[in-house]
């Protein structure tokens, strides 16, 4: 299994809190995602890493925000917690971006009361 | 029309069955297909990635229709722990790119 952890691996918070959620990856890829996933909606791509200090937006960023400041973390911000952003969140890596297959941490699952 | 649609099933299949799974992809400049297993409560694990001549793992088969834009996975001999959802995915083209997640067809191998 590709080394890919997240943390905290469930977190319950309350509306409006600020959220910061983990991805730490030992493979050195260069590409890391943040994915969430709802029933219904399957996984949706929330932001993305393609280097040190370099990120771009996916389907879902409102309400995200994302920093990489070494290739081996990629963290994700929610400044401000809703009741709608309660999902599990996926971290993803991959070593040639959007061509190239992803491998996925073990998911947080978080709730927003 | 939706980027990736897949049947969501579920599929409830006798062990020893052979199953099909389709998929319709709306991109034509997609270049790379995959297929992910994931079980429940757990992380969307890479199953077989697709190519144009298809391939075959074991008891798996996976064909690509570009013509068609069209995917397909085969299981042969189903087992009991060939039950999860398998997600076809297929990259959304362009320089960039990312990966585009169908929402999954869930299958149950019973006894």
């Not at chain 1, 952890?5 to 409006?16: D, I, L």
């Not at chain 1, 990629?74 to 040639?96: D, H, N, P, W």
């Not at chain 2, 052979?18 to 709306?26: P, Q, R």
Request: glycine share 10%.
């Amino acid at each position: 299994d590709a080394g890919i952890t997240q943390s905290p691996r469930h977190k319950v918070t309350e509306t409006g809190t600020p959220v910061t959620l983990r991805c730490h990856q030992t493979e050195n890829h260069r590409y890391m995602y943040w994915y969430r996933q709802d029933p219904g909606h399957g996984l949706r791509l929330i932001h993305y890493s393609y280097g040190v200090k370099d990120t771009d937006k996916g389907e879902v960023s409102d309400g995200y925000s994302v920093s990489r400041s070494k290739t081996e973390d990629f963290l994700l911000t929610l400044e401000s917690a809703t009741s709608s952003q309660t999902s599990v969140y996926f971290c993803a890596i991959s070593e040639g971006g959007g061509f190239t297959e992803q491998f996925f941490g073990p998911g947080t699952r978080l709730t927003v009361l | 029309r939706k980027e990736v649609e897949q049947d969501p099933g579920p599929f409830n299949v006798p062990e020893g069955a052979t199953v099909a799974f389709n998929c319709t992809y709306s991109n034509s400049a997609s270049q790379s297909f995959f297929w992910y297993r994931q079980d429940c409560r757990k992380e969307p694990k890479l199953l077989m990635s697709v190519y144009s001549s298809g391939n075959e793992d074991g008891r798996f088969t996976a064909q690509l229709n570009r013509a068609s834009q069209y995917i397909s996975l085969l299981i042969r001999d189903s087992k009991l722990s060939d039950s999860a959802t398998y997600l076809c995915v297929v990259n959304s083209g362009g320089s960039q790119g990312n990966l585009i997640f169908g929402k999954g067809t869930k299958l149950s191998v019973k006894p």
